[in-house]
């Protein structure tokens, strides 16, 4: 569907518009990824799902981010959109926010090792330039939070963990000593909110931008597509953990055959279902409301 603002990105899952010289309305689609590619088959809900969640934790961490002297770019969302000249289809996935001046560093924080932290810990027994007890496995607890950035890799480009060295030369000493603080703390919050829902969050990646002298918390937060969210009914060390993301799909792309290289098949139906279902459950366990 048209809209009648210029597209200036199209990303895997989202496309931006510029409304105006101040604002951007980012739209999330129903398009899944997974290993760099972008599948021919959509999940049903999903944008509308990652939407919502972004709406909610936003207002959730606002008192974190105003007791760092931050903010978040949100400014409307919904049928609020209607007055700016948003279709009422798309009203549900797309979002109204500040244009800013993005930082380029993917900031991650972590509670528990799992996925690539697990790789490098295994390797060096720490991620990057931070140290890690000895005897930790997929899926362990980490005594405390930990900021591990990365790069903001282009359109078909991996991240890459980062040092702290390098954040600051990206951004500066005090910038840099900002991101970390507050990417623990929303972590916290965040993770503090999920435990009361029953649910596990191993890790995230936050990406933050300025307006003016103040950092603002971009993009979307805190979503099964930027987190890991497990059952805290089953956590248990050892072994990668159910979650509430697309992780359905890629074992399935696993076990297919695809070589990852050729255009990727098509999902089927129960993969797809299923895989909504993840993303569904994941809204209505976090906020508490049904998902409509």
């Known amino acids: 569907m048209s809209l009648p603002f210029e597209l200036v990105a199209r990303g895997k899952v989202r496309e931006v518009h510029a409304v105006d010289d101040d604002r951007l309305l980012l739209v999330a689609s129903d398009r899944v990824s997974?290993?760099?590619?972008?599948?021919?088959?959509?999940?049903?809900?999903?944008?509308?799902?990652?939407?919502?969640?972004?709406?909610?934790?936003?207002?959730?961490?606002?008192?974190?981010?105003?007791?760092?002297?931050a903010e978040h770019h949100?400014?409307?969302?919904g049928d609020e959109l209607l007055a700016v000249g948003?279709?009422?289809?798309?009203?549900?996935?797309?979002?109204?926010?500040?244009?800013l001046e993005m930082l380029p560093v993917e900031c991650v924080a972590r509670g528990y090792l799992s996925g690539s932290g697990t790789h490098l810990y295994q390797r060096t027994g720490a991620i990057v330039d931070v140290p890690l007890p000895a005897g930790l496995v997929e899926g362990s607890r980490l005594p405390e939070p930990v900021f591990t950035p990365s790069t903001k890799a282009e359109v078909g480009e991996h991240d890459e963990a980062i040092g702290f060295a390098q954040v600051v030369e990206a951004v500066g000493a005090d910038r840099a000593e900002a991101l970390?603080?507050?990417?623990?703390?929303?972590?916290?919050?965040?993770?503090?909110?999920?435990?009361?829902?029953g649910l596990v969050l191993a890790d995230t990646k936050f990406e933050f931008g300025t307006s003016g002298e103040t950092l603002v918390l971009g993009d979307e937060v805190l979503t099964p597509d930027s987190s890991r969210f497990w059952p805290a009914m089953t956590w248990s060390p050892g072994a990668p953990q159910p979650s509430f993301d697309k992780q359905y799909v890629r074992d399935w792309l696993t076990t297919s055959g695809w070589d990852r290289v050729s255009p990727p098949p098509e999902l089927p139906a129960d993969?797809?279902?299923a895989t909504r279902d993840r993303y569904v459950k994941a809204y209505e366990q976090l906020t508490g409301l049904p998902w409509r």
């Open 86 to 99: 948003v279709p009422a289809e798309l009203t549900g996935r797309s979002m109204l926010v500040r244009r």
């Open 34 to 69: 997974a290993y760099d590619h972008v599948l021919p088959t959509p999940i049903p809900d999903k944008g509308r799902v990652l939407t919502a969640l972004s709406v909610w934790w936003f207002e959730q961490l606002a008192p974190v981010l105003a007791e760092h002297g």
């Open 74 to 77: 949100l400014l409307a969302s």
């Open 271 to 273: 993969v797809v279902a």
């Open 180 to 197: 970390r603080s507050l990417t623990v703390a929303l972590y916290r919050r965040g993770a503090e909110i999920a435990e009361q829902a």
